[in-house]
């Protein structure tokens, strides 16, 4: 005679098949989960890295680069200015009446020197620096003669004023044009580094729809657990969903706090190039590039909270990974009719 099932082994029997589903749905939640973390984390954390790249690249070479064009630019213009000045108004015969020339002329020449460095338009841009200074040197063995050896000679010294001139200014072999063409260069690679490119954009739309998909997987997660496992809060899914919520805002804060520094950063370089292509008054031209520029090296110097909201993003995508696998996990193996499912 066959005994007849215990009353326990009767409700085992019926919660097997609602312990088997629900083990499934919460195997697919944590699929789900680590899936959306691993791929919006990964678009997240590249995404970042490039805004700070960016800025690195802003602070250390696309700006000083601008600058130190538009400067020397001005400065050999101002110095031509100078040297003209005092032949026209007698006094390029007073010893040390030349000091002002000398002085804009010295600070081109550490212009270019600096330029050598942090030029950003490549090996385009070495050969242009190496020409200017070829040309410069032809440029200053004519200007000097002519403010210094021929005070005597009006006619030999308005001839190499006007050598030392078209050496300057001469349309596509000047060292001004040549100075023009570098900086339209710098100008479009500073815009293509300030800027967020569709793939950027793109990454960060990944990172975000991907996060959501995360918040709204753990919540359905927390709502299982409630329904099926009588959990009310889980100790380790809920602290999960708070550092997903932080990671689809922090970092997207800061990125747009440092996309405001390179935009406004792009402004102000735009208008030190333009100031220095219009040159309509050489000494207010340059008092204007360096205020401005200093203003604008403080406003892109670095700041520690970039580098730790890239590492806090780090540490809170590896929570986001493990809180839910180790939450989740732990549940698939407590209860006995999941084990028996």
């Known amino acids: 005679m066959t005994p007849r099932p215990t009353r326990w082994a009767r409700a085992f029997r019926a919660r097997r098949p609602t312990g088997s589903r629900t083990r499934r749905l919460l195997e697919l939640h944590l699929a789900v989960i680590v899936l959306s973390a691993l791929v919006s984390m990964t678009a997240l954390l590249v995404s970042y890295r490039e805004v700070q790249n960016a800025a690195g690249e802003m602070r250390t070479h696309a700006a000083p680069a601008v600058q130190g064009v538009a400067a020397t630019q001005l400065a050999l213009l101002r110095a031509h200015q100078e ?5 026209e108004s007698g006094i390029d015969v007073v010893v040390g009446a030349g000091a002002r020339y000398e002085a804009q002329l010295s600070a081109a020449n550490q212009g270019l020197s600096r330029l050598s460095d942090v030029q950003i338009d490549g090996e385009r ?25 021929y005070v005597d000679d009006e006619l030999m010294q308005r ?4 050598e030392a001139r078209r050496q300057l200014v001469r349309p596509g072999t000047g060292v001004v044009p040549r100075l023009d063409v570098l900086q339209e260069h710098q100008m479009q690679r500073m815009t293509r580094i300030s800027t967020l490119g569709p793939l950027q954009v793109t990454g960060w739309a990944v990172a975000e729809v ?17 329904r099926r496992c009588g959990r009310s809060l889980d100790p380790w899914l809920l602290p999960a969903l708070l550092v ?15 996309q405001e520094r390179l935009d406004s950063a792009r402004h102000q370089l735009g208008r030190i ?19 401005t520029s200093t203003v ?27 809180l839910p696998a180790a939450g989740l996990s732990r549940r698939l193996n407590a209860d006995y009719y999941w084990r028996a499912g």
Do not use: N
């Open 83 to 87: 040297a003209e000045a005092s032949v």
């Open 125 to 149: 841009g070495r050969v242009v620096l190496v020409t200017v200074t070829g040309v410069l040197t032809s440029y200053s063995g004519s200007i000097t003669p002519g403010t210094v050896k």
């Open 159 to 162: 001839q190499k004023l006007s």
């Open 210 to 226: 991907g996060l959501a998909v995360v918040a709204v997987t753990t919540l359905s997660a927390l709502w299982l657990l409630r």
């Open 244 to 258: 997903t919520v932080a990671l689809a805002v922090v970092p997207l804060w800061a990125t747009a706090a440092t």
């Open 273 to 291: 190039e333009q100031t220095a292509r219009e040159r309509h008054h050489l000494d207010k031209d340059q008092q204007y590039v360096t205020r």
């Open 296 to 322: 604008l090296r403080d406003r892109l110097a670095a700041e520690s909270w970039q580098s730790w909201t890239y590492y806090g993003a780090l540490g809170g995508g590896a929570l986001v990974l493990l």
